[in-house]
Nanobody, 128 residues
Framework: QLQLVESGGGVVQPGGSLRLSCTAS????????IFWFRQVPGKEREGVSC????????YYGDSVKGRFTISRDDAKTTVYLQLNSLKPEDTGVYYC?????????????????????WGQGTQVTVSS
């Protein structure tokens, strides 16, 4: 059974950094693209970043491009999202999702409605 656990969130000041982790179990991790979304109350879950199964393709939303970096360690069945130069508007609950058939293209925003399995999320709060 596909299981995803997000961790690494916290409270940071603007300009600070965090590293989020998405640790997977119960499926052939190296065949799956991994997708990060974030959500704030009252808004839909927004696609932030993703990485393809091979690790050769990655996507970043316009609002995070140049500040966030995604990477994967298949041996640890974990995907990392490095968040640098954080802004208050980065505040939200960050979720990861996995899919074997949904390709992470570097120019296409992932749609949260296409994913059915979610972890519990990790809260990121950027505030002075």
């Amino acid at each position: 059974q596909l299981q995803l656990v997000e961790s690494g969130g916290g409270v940071v000041q603007p300009g600070g950094s965090l590293r989020l982790s998405c640790t997977a179990s119960g499926f052939a991790f190296n065949y799956y693209g991994i997708f990060w979304f974030r959500q704030v109350p009252g808004k839909e879950r927004e696609g932030v970043s993703c990485i393809s199964a091979s690790g050769t393709s990655a996507y970043y939303g316009d609002s995070v491009k140049g500040r966030f970096t995604i990477s994967r360690d298949d041996a640890k069945t974990t995907v990392y999202l490095q968040l640098n130069s954080l802004k208050p508007e980065d505040t939200g609950v960050y979720y990861c999702a996995a899919d074997m058939d949904y390709y992470c293209a570097n120019d296409a925003t992932p749609d949260a409605s296409d994913f059915g399995s979610w972890g519990q999320g990790t809260q990121v709060t950027v505030s002075s």
